[in-house]
């Protein structure tokens, strides 16, 4: 009787191991489902122009390329050519001036209106939604209304000519041409840090803030030691997304200044456009664009390590 019994479980045990295999299988296929689409989207859009643009900066690739499929090896020729022009040397302090200087003055900015938004005050509920309409609209746009703001006769003239104020033409003077592209590469960006560093802040406990304010801490006090520390992943996501906008910027000093006046604006990213699609050389533009690479990748390694000395500080 036993026997008989435990003759007919037996075939219980390898439909049990194939269901455990069938299952294991769907799930790897389930997830191979869900990677090929991102793997392929990377591969597409950014590995291959990537590699591309590599290729490109090492040969001598214009519009007759196009026609002959020829573009003849040059190896690092279009390096030393854009390396030995004064232009790159006041793109690359112009380049790293911007997008210092708009990072900073975004976060400090953007984490002042954000600490003030989740106070309640008359309009405290719309205005943070409000404010988004500068990041939504295009980089064109906003620099085509800042420029005419901007000019020697526009509404920024006006109202400082108003308060007694020393007026000028702004984007037509070298000395403050860059400090108006500034303002206005931080003005596009600053809804965006103060929209996302407001959900982040919502994320603070506030049994640690009442202690500490019952402690006597004060504001400074709160900020540096719990709120900072509390959102600090957030705000270094931001800072590096920043990072690598700002130093691909075209378009807002394309249309702000063109480079000018006497290049006094000229960026990395301009230089590039210029070469690629004003000059028609593409090797020379691809080389530019390896050349703001290596600046990201610099900026990227500091990133790194200042994270991993972080998170060896809080272990």
């Known amino acids: 009787m036993t026997s008989s019994l435990s003759t007919a479980d037996r075939p219980e045990a390898p439909a049990s191991g194939r269901s455990w295999l069938s299952l294991a299988r769907r799930r790897n296929i389930e997830l191979w489902v869900f990677l090929i689409p991102a793997i392929a989207f990377f591969c597409v859009f950014f590995l291959f122009p990537l590699g591309y643009g590599v290729f490109m900066s090492t040969t001598d690739f214009t519009t007759g390329t196009f026609i002959t499929g020829r573009a003849p090896f040059v190896g690092g020729e279009n390096f030393a050519d854009i390396l030995s022009q004064p232009v790159t040397g006041r793109a690359i302090a112009n380049t790293l001036i911007v997008t210092v200087a708009a990072v900073a003055i975004e976060l400090v ?155 006094s604006t000229v960026t990395l990213g301009l230089l590039s456009y210029r070469a690629a699609f004003q000059q028609f050389e593409f090797g020379q533009g691809g080389a530019y664009g390896m050349l703001l690479l290596g600046i990201s990748l610099v900026f990227a390694v500091v990133y790194s390590l200042l994270a991993m000395r972080r998170e060896r500080a809080e272990r």
């Open 109 to 263: 900015l953007g984490l002042a209106l954000a600490l003030l938004f989740t106070r309640r005050f008359p309009g405290s509920r719309w205005l943070p939604t409000l404010i988004l309409i500068p990041w939504l609209l295009p980089a064109v746009v906003v620099a085509t209304i800042w420029k005419s703001l901007l000019s020697g006769n526009g509404a920024v003239n006006d109202v400082l000519g108003t308060l007694g104020l020393p007026t000028d033409a702004w984007l037509a003077n070298p000395s403050t041409a860059l400090s108006a592209v500034i303002v206005v590469a931080v003005w596009a960006s600053l809804p965006y840090w103060s929209t996302i560093l407001g959900a982040a802040l919502k994320q603070v406990p506030a049994e640690q803030l009442e202690a500490a304010q019952l402690d006597g801490a004060g504001g400074w006090r709160r900020l540096t030691s719990i709120i900072v520390p509390a959102i600090w992943p957030v705000i270094s996501v931001l800072v590096i997304m920043s990072v690598v906008y700002t130093l691909l910027i075209v378009d807002l000093v394309l249309v702000l200044t063109a480079g000018g006046p006497a290049d």
